[in-house]
């Protein structure tokens, strides 16, 4: 894969406050040919590290302490409106994810995760 | 077949339950063809069906189901319509499909021959031009094939339609199939509706966008994009989006979408419909949380895990009467209240796991109108069924096996009971028969009545027909000529007739709710109609009971039968020529002596108490020894080598560990009376 594609490693910034997911995430994605580019622990922490890192992808988790996803979104989507944000979102929080589909993320990926499914969403994001 | 025998188990559950709702509900289409909301139904419940038939690789199954589906799709987008023919084949189908599953339920193969069944719903799939061919693949569930039929167009759509293409726009009819697993899928359509609404206006959605936001969609759902972008754009705009399976796309077709069978409200206004076509829009997006429907939360749990907890409950009410016997002998105050809590709690469990146990009488009806519309046609009568009291509960083992007699007297019922429709109006009865099965709680019993306003049971050709089979009337009364039917090998059918009327049965019946400690009685009306009332004992296996001694031994009465409790004296007896009698209550009642009914030692009466008990209407007089208390306790069942002796309901374990045996107060009284007959 890595071999046909001489193109960059695509850079990704995951926002998530638990830290098993993150490294769930990290391993799946650096196993697929992303690079991480920064991690995140709740919304407020994703909006300095995405101006400091200017990732090609966030994977934002929506329940997150002092910010959650979506505003976190939302605030990245006003400095930045070409940022591509997919949202990782815990069964049963349906209203949140469509806030997000509103407040433009390009997609979503459904806990617990499936790395197919993952790699397909990022894929597809990533285009 | 590696691991999927995990799911056996669930899948029979499931699979019980959809059959159960496909038959209840193609019934309820017959009767409302036009009802969408039932097709929709019967639909999910098939899909369901075959989805699981395909995953546990039962291909008979999946391919049986496959076919059925077609013709409910055929209902659903109006190609077909639902008549007695189509349905009659339906239910065909519905009955091979429950012969399947009881094969494989019991390990067998699923091998049956559905060939000739296929062809017949393929025959009516042909005939409405629909080419849903099955494809044999190993992914068949998945691969459903996706369309882009709209039904629910109406004059409006094509308005607004017309006056898009008059601006640059091309309307397109798009399906979509998310990832059948996917979660979240009312989200997922979301997202796709809201990436293709910044490139176009979605003007129709199916189903309507209210029920995509809740999710209440097949695994696809279909809308109408009005866009200026041409039809691969569009696809790969869609792909884009993870987990969506397949993507149909089409430019609108105007002559072929409008279905020509529905009318149409012809549409007045014309000038601002551009207008709907924003506020149609807005309408998709605007919606911000779904809205949740509210139901009751269940979970299915083995039975033999109720049972097992059924058991464990009785076994800590036989060990805190121990307790409690302990302590009053002992004289433990301290244990006295820790003990009133147990107490407490221990009833408490025990009426939950009761409850537990406890079913609907509906359970029991379900099957019952589908069974009699399949009947009358085959009869060439008309019959309809009332039921009553579908919300009274029975224990699950009365439950489960009251049905089969119930049936049986069902069948009796339309056979031999409803005459035919011409003959009823020549007897000035309505042409449609009624068959009335009523169920209520009666004390501690449940009463289950059926009756229809048939024929009657005529003594007279009763009375020809048992004395033909050897069978003596001699000296009996009309009604007692009736109970004859119950009689074994008795058949009062000129002609055996495949659905009843093998002169099997009745006795049968009889048995069977006997063996339910129930009874049951018929009450029958030359030209008017029969009634059979069957009683039914809640059979709990924790009762309330009176402890009585006799001849020095204690035994336990069902508490429920207990009329009265008098003191006795031997002067209150009167000696007639059946034996002895008892004023009570301005009548004379008949007269049981324990002691003797059980061949027991009578010599020392210290205290004699006359116990008055209800058995059916009747009540009788049982004369014990000595009361001794009132006592909660457990039935256990007498083991096969006592379980010969009728007098005997079961034994329980006292306080101290000693046995008592429960009475049979029906046997001992009545088997009192035949015996001095």
Redesign the interface.
């Known amino acids: 894969m890595e071999g046909e594609k001489l193109k960059m490693a695509k850079r990704v910034l995951i926002v998530d406050d638990a830290a098993f997911m993150r490294i769930k995430l990290k391993d799946i994605l650096e196993k697929n040919g992303y690079e991480v580019a920064a991690e995140a622990q709740n919304g407020i922490e994703a909006v300095e590290k995405y101006k400091e890192t200017q990732p090609d992808l966030v994977t934002m988790d929506i329940t997150m302490p002092e910010k959650d996803g979506v505003e976190a979104l939302k605030e990245i989507k006003s400095q930045y409106p070409n940022a591509v944000v997919l949202m990782c979102?815990a069964?049963g929080q349906?209203?949140m994810?469509?806030?997000a589909?509103?407040a433009g993320a390009i997609?979503?990926?459904?806990k617990p995760f499936d790395t197919e499914?993952v790699i397909?969403?990022l894929d597809?994001?990533s285009? | 077949m590696d691991d999927n025998s995990a799911y056996r188990d669930l899948f029979f559950e499931e699979t019980d339950s959809n059959l159960e709702i496909l038959n209840e509900e193609v019934l309820r289409l017959e009767q409302n063809p036009e009802d969408t909301e039932i097709i929709d139904s019967i639909f999910r419940s098939a899909h369901t069906l075959k989805g699981m038939a395909a995953t546990m690789g039962y291909n008979t199954m999946a391919k049986l189901t496959h076919s059925v589906e077609n013709v409910f799709e055929l209902f659903k987008s109006k190609k077909a319509k639902v008549d007695t023919e189509t349905v009659s084949l339906v239910f065909d189908c519905l009955d091979t499909l429950t012969d399947i599953v009881e094969a494989l339920r019991a390990d067998e193969s699923d091998e049956l021959d559905i060939a000739n069944l296929v062809s017949r719903l393929e025959n009516v799939a042909n005939q409405k031009n629909t080419e849903a061919a099955y494809v044999e693949t190993t992914t068949e569930t998945k691969s459903k094939e996706i369309d882009l039929v709209l039904s629910n167009l109406e004059e409006s759509d094509f308005t607004v339609i017309n006056q898009a293409e008059q601006t640059d726009y091309q309307a397109y009819v798009i399906t979509v199939k998310v990832d059948s697993d996917?979660?979240?899928k009312?989200?997922r359509a979301?997202?796709v509706m809201?990436k293709l609404e910044q490139e176009g206006d979605i003007i129709y959605t199916e189903p309507s966008a209210d029920k995509i936001e809740e999710?209440d969609f097949e695994d696809y759902f279909k809308m109408i994009l009005l866009s200026k972008l041409d039809q691969s754009d569009i696809k790969n705009n869609i792909?884009?989006?993870?987990?969506i399976d397949e993507v149909q796309i089409a430019i609108f077709d105007k002559t072929q979408s409008l279905r020509s069978d529905k009318k149409v409200p012809v549409e007045a206004e014309v000038s601002n419909e551009t207008d709907k076509v924003k506020d149609k829009s807005q309408d998709v997006?605007k919606k911000?949380?779904?809205k949740k429907s509210i139901s009751k939360q269940t979970i299915r749990v083995d039975l033999t895990r109720l049972d097992q907890f059924m058991n464990l409950v009785s076994e800590l009410v036989i060990h805190r009467t121990r307790l409690e016997d302990l302590s009053e002998k002992e004289k433990l105050l301290e244990l006295s209240e820790p003990l009133t809590e147990v107490g407490r709690i221990t009833t408490e469990l025990q009426e939950l796991v009761l409850q537990l146990r406890m079913q609907p009488f509906n359970v029991v009806l379900q099957r019952f109108p589908r069974m009699l519309r399949d009947l009358a046609n085959e009869l060439g009568k008309e019959i309809q069924l009332v039921t009553e009291g579908e919300d009274t509960e029975l224990d699950r083992t009365v439950i489960s096996e009251i049905g089969e007699p119930l049936i049986h007297l069902l069948r009796n019922s339309a056979d031999h009971g409803i005459e035919m429709p011409d003959e009823r109006e020549r007897l000035g009865k309505p042409r449609l028969g009624t068959v009335k099965l009523a169920a209520y709680p009666e004390g501690n019993r449940v009463v289950v009545t059926l009756s229809d306003d048939g024929k009657g049971l005529n003594p007279e050709y009763i009375k020809a027909s048992a004395e033909k089979k050897g069978v003596s009337t001699l000296g009996l009364s009309d009604e007692e000529i009736q109970q004859l039917i119950f009689h074994p090998g008795f058949s009062t059918a000129a002609k055996v007739t495949g659905i009843s009327g093998r002169g099997v049965g009745m006795d049968a019946v009889k048995e069977k709710i006997s063996s339910l400690n129930g009874t049951i009685e018929t009450v029958s009306e030359v030209g008017k109609g029969t009634t059979f009332k069957i009683i039914l004992p809640l059979t709990l296996s924790i009762i309330q009971a009176l402890l009585v001694r006799t001849g020095g031994e204690t035994f336990a009465l069902p508490q429920a039968i207990i009329d009265k409790v008098n003191r006795f004296d031997e002067e209150e007896a009167i000696q007639v020529h059946q034996g002895e009698v008892y004023k009570y209550k301005d009548t004379t009642i008949p007269i049981t002596r324990l002691t003797n009914a059980l061949n027991l030692d009578d010599s020392n009466y210290t205290s004699p108490h006359i116990i008055i008990v209800s058995i059916g209407d009747e009540k009788h007089g049982l004369v014990v020894d000595e009361l001794v208390q009132q006592k909660e306790i457990v039935i256990k069942k007498l083991g096969k080598e006592l379980g010969v002796m009728k007098q005997f309901l079961g034994a329980t374990i006292m306080g101290d560990g000693s046995i008592s045996l429960i009475l049979d107060l029906t046997s001992i009284c009545k088997g009192r009376k035949e015996a001095k007959q």
């Not at chain 1, 997609?107 to 459904?110: E, G, N, P, Q, R």
């Not at chain 2, 792909?239 to 987990?243: A, N, P, R, V």
């Open positions: 979102s069964m349906q209203s994810v469509m806030d589909i509103r997609d979503f990926i459904v499914r397909k969403a597809k994001a285009q | 996917s979660f979240m009312a989200a979301f997202l809201n999710g792909l884009e989006t993870s987990e997006s911000e949380t779904p």
